[in-house]
């Protein structure tokens, strides 16, 4: 029970910094580009890059599992999932699974894009 908890609370914690970065960012860049995505994507695939490097090659073993569910799901997943579709796509390029990472890049854009547009069509086709 441990684990989701939390991956709960990170959760949350990540949400509150995600919704704190889209007002910032809106203040001060305006709303005519996603520039709040934009920069979330990009500073939270760093920051996993970061955390998943130190875990993987220079923390010690006092770093648990539940450590790691916390910072990466939990945080980084409140403020940006782009940052685990980041990790995945460079761990199967790192081990030469070159048309699986295509495919995952390709596919996950692709069929997010005509998810969102079939489930926006069916709304609107009940509305």
């Known amino acids: 029970m441990l684990p989701y908890l939390l991956v709960f609370v990170g959760a949350g914690l990540g949400g ?3 919704l ?5 960012c809106g203040r001060y860049f305006g709303l005519d580009f996603p520039w709040a995505t934009f920069i979330i994507n990009i500073s939270g ?3 996993m ?3 998943a490097g130190y875990l993987a090659f220079k923390a010690g073993e006092n770093w ?3 450590v790691r569910l916390f910072l990466t799901t939990g945080i980084l997943g409140g403020y940006t999932t782009f940052s685990a579709f980041s990790l995945d796509t460079i761990l199967l390029w790192e081990r030469n699974e070159y048309a699986a ?3 995952y890049v390709f596919g996950s854009v692709g069929f997010a894009f005509a998810g969102l547009v079939a489930g926006l069509a069916l709304i609107r086709a009940l509305t």
């Open 16 to 18: 509150v910094l995600r």
């Open 20 to 24: 704190s970065a889209n007002m910032v």
């Open 45 to 47: 695939s760093t920051i």
């Open 49 to 51: 890059g970061l955390v």
């Open 64 to 66: 648990t599992q539940n």
């Open 101 to 103: 990472a295509a495919f």
